[in-house]
């Protein structure tokens, strides 16, 4: 299985900062790596796919980059909304495997 | 609009067997892939594996091989995921995704979306 790892684990920031979340895979993957957001108590939802392309109807402040192992999500100026868990998954091959996620957290 | 309704939380005994649902409406629920997502209390997402309803082909991880099996049934728009003896350790939030496909960079790119709401699982004696 491929193995993602994210880091940092947990992240503090406040309003109007700019994070940056990194996933780094242990083999290859092309750019073929997904970013979730997830609230508490909420499904996750999709954010960005082929590792830099945002979904429909996610805001711009979101930016991915990277490819081959490793990976960068970028959120710029923070708002309250933002703070949640950020998971990287990797679909290069089965079985398709997630990052243990990034808690992001307001100062 | 395209959703996915989740069967209603679930509270049993170990050795019990469970059964737990996924219905899709709003598209052609056969043309798509449909996953099943794990999350303990407290932890992270893990990726169970996916099924075609078209053909009932299916793709376990190894994590989840022989602990669960998936179904589905086209003729109600609904995917199964099922256990034939719970553990306390299969205590878990469940949520099943569409698997979207997507045209980026000349090539396809997979996607669990939309989610289903989950369903709560709790196994204790």
């Known amino acids: 299985d491929i193995q993602m790892t994210q880091f940092p684990s947990s992240l503090s920031a406040s309003v109007g900062d700019r994070v940056i979340i990194t996933c780094r895979a242990s083999?290859?993957?092309?750019?073929?790596l997904v970013w979730f957001q997830q609230k508490p108590g909420k499904a996750p939802k999709s954010l960005i796919y082929g590792a830099s392309s945002l979904q429909s109807g996610v805001s711009s402040k979101f930016s991915g980059s990277g490819s081959g192992t490793d990976f960068t999500l970028t959120i710029s100026s923070l708002q309250p909304e933002d703070f949640a868990t950020y998971y990287c998954?990797?679909?290069?091959?089965?079985?398709?495997?997630f990052g243990q996620g990034t808690k992001l957290e307001i100062k | 609009e395209v959703q996915l309704v989740q069967s209603g939380a679930e509270v049993k005994k170990p050795g019990e067997s469970l059964k737990i649902s996924c219905k899709g409406s709003?598209?052609?629920?056969?043309?798509?892939?449909l996953g099943w997502v794990r999350q303990m209390p407290g932890k992270g997402l893990e990726w169970m594996g996916i099924?075609?309803?078209?053909?009932?082909?299916?793709r376990y991880s190894p994590s989840f091989q022989g602990r669960v099996t998936m179904s589905v049934d086209k003729s109600i728009t609904t995917a199964f995921l099922q256990w034939s003896s719970l553990k306390a350790s299969d205590t878990a939030i469940y949520y099943c995704?569409?698997?979207?496909?997507?045209?980026?960079?000349?090539?396809?790119?997979?996607?669990?979306?939309?989610w289903g709401q989950g369903t709560q699982v709790i196994v204790s004696s």
């Open positions: 995704a569409r698997q979207s496909v997507y045209y980026y960079g000349n090539t396809w790119h997979p996607t669990f979306d939309p």
């Open positions: 099924i075609y309803p078209g053909d009932s082909d299916t």
């Open positions: 998954q990797q679909y290069n091959s089965y079985p398709y495997t």
């Open positions: 083999q290859e993957i092309s750019e073929n």
């Open positions: 709003g598209y052609r629920f056969s043309e798509y892939w």
